[in-house]
């Protein structure tokens, strides 16, 4: 039995990583089919609701106002076009709908603002996310009770590298936004970023982390670093994809329960590293040609590989309509699927398995 635990040393997290990559697949995997369904995958669709001029120094981003990255500011995207883009978003197969604002944290205006995007988005049936910068504990109350499922804030690094990347808000102030958000209610997202030129004990000391929170984030975004040419990290060194799996497996291992979000990087990344990835306990991916300004694959190499591999999306718990009383891991009704609400059994046919 592979139960949450929340004491892990770091020399624990490293021996993980130091493992023969076979050995560590094989334990990852079993703790993936202890937790999760083996062959689905969660689909979120990103939407930048407003675009560059942050006033951060994050080394890895194109938004951050310091770094010339020809990127084009824009305002906040308009209500009417957040819920076409979130309809369209969700006849494609996506299941939620992610929204990235470029803002160090929201003022109150704009708390509403996105209060009521995530009315709208919840109102079409589909789980809501934003990530807004740092949030406060009545900000994200609001968001709660507009029906926000999800908040993103991720850590980014170990706590030791972490000043290499970014100056202008400090590791603690990640952990206060992360413990405003566990109160008020909301899913927590949180995980990284791999290829920024962190060492192996970097990527152990991130993960270990997240594991030791008092709560483990119910999402664990691993983002490969998207080299963006104007930013101070453009020239980085690409990640061997084996050291890439390996933060994939160890997160599994590490956050048994959690969903592992194959995120960032996966435009670069050929079909057999990210059916490496599933294997290692990757659970959701990023869905949509676009991440928040970067690209992503497009929804037809996104179904070719889920077909390849036999993979099909993961209906959350709560979004399954007319599947009755399906337990978790059950069929249910998705994308795609033609069968009668009384389905138990998922067949070669059926396209969507209920989330545990
Ligand atoms: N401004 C908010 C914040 O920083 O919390 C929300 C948006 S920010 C773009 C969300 C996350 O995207 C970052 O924390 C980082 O992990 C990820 N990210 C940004 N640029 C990236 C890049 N070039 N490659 C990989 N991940 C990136
Ligand atoms: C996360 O961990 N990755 C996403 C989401 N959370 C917001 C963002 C990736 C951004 C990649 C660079 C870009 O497209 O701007
Ligand atoms: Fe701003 Fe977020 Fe980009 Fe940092 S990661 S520069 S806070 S948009």
């Given amino acids: 039995m592979n139960a949450p635990r929340h004491d892990w040393s770091l020399a624990e997290v490293e021996a993980l990583f130091a493992l ?3 050995d560590l697949m094989f334990r990852a995997q079993q703790v993936h089919r202890e937790h999760h369904s083996a062959n689905a995958v969660q689909m979120s669709t990103l939407l930048s609701i407003k675009t560059g001029a942050c006033p951060e120094d994050c080394a890895y981003c194109p938004q951050s106002v310091r770094y010339e990255t020809g990127l084009e500011r824009e305002k906040l995207v308009p209500l009417d076009e957040v819920r076409a883009r979130a309809q369209a978003a969700k006849d494609a197969g996506a299941t939620r709908f992610c929204m990235g604002a470029a803002w160090r944290s929201p003022k109150k205006k704009d708390v ?3 209060a009521a995007m995530v009315r709208e988005v919840r109102a079409l049936g589909m789980e809501t996310c934003a990530t807004l910068g740092m949030l406060t504990r009545s900000q994200a109350l609001e968001l709660k009770d507009a029906g926000l499922d999800y908040y993103n804030h991720n850590v980014d690094t170990s706590p030791e590298f972490y000043g290499e990347i970014i ?6 102030d990640r952990l206060d936004t992360l413990a405003a958000v566990r109160d008020a209610g909301l899913n927590v997202c949180c995980g990284g970023i791999v290829g920024m030129g962190e060492t192996v004990r970097d990527r ?3 993960l270990a982390t997240l594991a030791n929170l008092p709560q483990h984030p119910e999402s664990v975004p691993i983002n490969q670093l998207v080299r963006v040419p104007g ?3 453009a020239g980085a060194a690409a990640v061997d994809p084996f050291d890439f799996v390996r933060t994939i497996a160890v997160a599994r291992i590490a956050m048994p329960k959690a969903s592992v979000r194959l995120s960032a990087g996966r435009e670069v990344m050929n079909d057999e590293l990210q059916a490496l990835c599933f294997l290692a306990g990757a659970n959701s991916i990023f869905y949509g040609e676009k991440l928040l300004t970067t690209g992503n694959p497009d929804v037809a190499r996104d179904r070719a590989l889920m077909t390849r591999l036999g ?3 993961l209906i959350p718990a709560g979004l399954a309509a007319g599947n009755g009383d399906a337990q978790p891991g059950e069929h249910v009704h998705g994308p795609g699927c033609a069968h009668e ?6 067949t070669a046919a059926c396209s969507a398995t209920r989330q545990r």
């Fill in 204 to 206: 152990a000391s991130m």
């Fill in 311 to 313: 993979i099909e999306p």
């Fill in 341 to 346: 609400p009384t389905t138990a059994r998922p």
């Fill in 231 to 233: 930013t101070p990290l």
């Fill in 112 to 114: 509403e603002a996105v």
């Fill in 20 to 22: 023969p990559f076979a």
């Fill in 167 to 172: 100056t202008t808000r400090t590791y603690q």
